[in-house]
């Protein structure tokens, strides 16, 4: 990680984005997506199991912070019929609305109709400088 890495993110007070998700800071950085967790946007992935869905060039990544030191990314699109998948904190699992498929964190199948993993992203936390990095 190189130190001029810039942070591009909505300033807060702005509205939601239009397609339902919530605000958050990321950024492209390299071939990677970027997000500082000081800045207040991204405040859910500072706590253990906090989670933030963020839109990258290619896809939707629902973020999971698993522990003090990592967290997990997959693709937020349902393999059964592209619906977008929560997280499901008490159960520990992501979940989708539409027909009830279940999925574990890293995104192997727990219950169908589903038959296909979410695409899983390798993540980098860097806990001295809290960024977070999803390789693309
Ligand atoms: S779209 Fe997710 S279970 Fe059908």
């Keep these: 990680m190189t130190a001029a890495t810039v942070l591009v993110g909505c300033p807060s007070g702005d509205p939601p984005p239009p397609d339902g998700l919530p605000p958050s800071a990321s950024a492209v950085c390299g071939t990677n997506l970027c997000l500082d967790l000081n800045d207040p946007l991204n405040a859910a992935l500072t706590m253990v199991d ?3 869905t963020v839109r990258a060039p290619k896809d939707t990544i629902l973020i999971v912070r698993t522990s003090t030191g990592a967290a997990q ?12 998948v929560r997280y499901d904190r ?6 989708c609305p539409c027909h009830g498929s279940r999925y574990t964190l890293t995104g192997a199948v727990l219950r169908g109709p589903a038959t296909q993993p979410l695409k899983r992203y390798v993540t980098q936390l860097d806990e001295s400088t809290n960024l977070l990095t999803i390789m693309l």
């Design 90 to 95: 008490a159960g520990k699992a992501l979940t």
């Design 73 to 84: 990314a997959v693709s937020d699109i349902c393999t059964h019929a592209a619906c977008g």
């Design 50 to 52: 906090g989670a933030l």
